[in-house]
T-cell receptor, first 117, second 113 residues
Framework: DAKTTQPPSMDCAEGRAANLPCNHS???????VYWYRQIHSQGPQYIIH???NNETNEMASLIITEDRKSSTLILPHATLRDTAVYYC??????????????????FGKGTKLSVKP | DSGVTQTPKHLITATGQRVTLRCSPR?????VYWYQQSLDQGLQFLIQ???????AKGNILERFSAQQFPDLHSELNLSSLELGDSALYFC????????????FGPGTRLTVL
């Protein structure tokens, strides 16, 4: 799986949009971008994933650049409960069993997002 | 609630002892993953099972072993425990062995004294 680069920490005011960037310049054509978050020692929580089109669900939006070398996770109206470490992960997704590619997630250090009142 | 359950929530034991952590995957998920999170190492993949068979191994010590039973629940056995084994242990599950979204359980916090 390709590596990602994220800022170690970010602050956001409550009620404002939180925009979390991720660089993945070596991403392959068959790799998706996944976002998870971990709220203080709880199990990592799946947020969203995408390949090349922008994606939105009830939790967040994912914007992927046209060259797919970077992406941004957007929490539209951050609350105090969104304070967490956010992990950007790139990985193969699909039914094809790619040789040498394992199914596990590779976590980096992520971005610690602090939402402040 | 991800649908993945783990027991116990907390475990305190002494060095040299052996413990068993249990994980029940989401209904319909055949693949189970174990991860360890310690303060200095971050989230590290240990081992994966798929439909009862070992599928992949990560940074798992020889003192650690796991299995997945016919009802698809999994157990992680940690033996000859050392202080450095104190960590959070997470289980995740997915339908297929590769490529699916993984959903994590709440974790077991192991403290070795």
């Amino acid at each position: 799986d390709a590596k990602t680069t994220q800022p170690p920490s970010m602050d956001c005011a409550e009620g404002r949009a939180a925009n979390l960037p991720c660089n993945h310049s070596t991403i392959s054509g068959n790799e998706y971008v996944y976002w998870y978050r971990q709220i203080h020692s709880q199990g990592p929580q799946y947020i969203i994933h995408g390949l090349k089109n922008n994606e939105t669900n009830e939790m967040a939006s994912l914007i992927i650049t046209e060259d797919r070398k970077s992406s941004t996770l957007i929490l539209p109206h951050a609350t105090l409960r969104d304070t967490a470490v956010y992990y950007c992960i790139v990985r193969v997704t699909g039914t094809t069993d790619y040789g040498g590619s394992q199914g596990n997630l590779i976590f980096g250090k992520g971005t610690k997002l602090s939402v402040k009142p | 609630d991800s649908g993945v359950t783990q027991t116990p929530k907390h475990l305190i034991t002494a060095t040299g002892q052996r413990v068993t952590l249990r994980c029940s995957p989401r209904s319909g998920d055949l693949s189970v993953y174990w991860y360890q999170q310690s303060l200095d190492q971050g989230l590290q993949f240990l081992i994966q099972y798929y439909n009862g068979e070992e599928r992949a191994k990560g940074n798992i010590l020889e003192r650690f072993s796991a299995q997945q039973f016919p009802d698809l629940h999994s157990e992680l056995n940690l033996s000859s425990l050392e202080l450095g084994d104190s960590a959070l242990y997470f289980c995740a599950s997915s339908v297929r062995p590769k490529g699916d979204t993984q959903y994590f359980g709440p974790g077991t916090r192991l403290t070795v004294l």
